[in-house]
């Protein structure tokens, strides 16, 4: 069974910064690319930083310039790195993998979410 555990989610004020990490465990041939989500009360669920196996990163245009998503390929792990925090940027963050199982088949993880809040 494939676990995805979050961490690093906390309170900070604005212009303060937060490293969120998630680590996955379990049945993984490889993670094919990993990615950070978030949603926040009322508002739709957005994808905020993407990183692929090979290193190509995405971002949402808001997070450009302050964010960075990089990865530990060694220890199954993807960090995501913010900085510049603003009080808009306040939600539960959501880890996602994408899974290469031992099956020969894809597979889509979610973590249960950490929750960042940032204060003005």
């Known amino acids: 069974q494939v676990q995805l555990v979050e961490s690093g989610g906390g309170l900070v004020q604005a212009g303060g910064s937060l490293r969120l990490s998630c680590a996955v465990s379990?049945?993984?041939?490889?993670?094919?690319?990993m990615g950070w989500y978030r949603q926040a009360p009322g508002k739709q669920r957005e994808m905020v930083a993407h990183?692929?196996?090979?290193?190509?990163?995405n971002y949402i245009d808001s997070v450009k310039g302050r964010f960075t998503i990089f990865r530990d390929n060694a220890r199954d792990t993807v960090y995501l790195q913010m900085n510049s925090l603003k009080p808009e940027d306040t939600a539960v963050y959501y880890c996602n993998a994408d899974i290469f199982g031992y099956d020969e088949l894809r597979y889509d993880y979610w973590g249960r979410g950490t929750q960042v809040t940032v204060s003005s």
């Open positions: 990183i692929t196996s090979g290193g190509f990163t």
């Open positions: 379990g049945s993984v041939f490889s993670i094919n690319a």
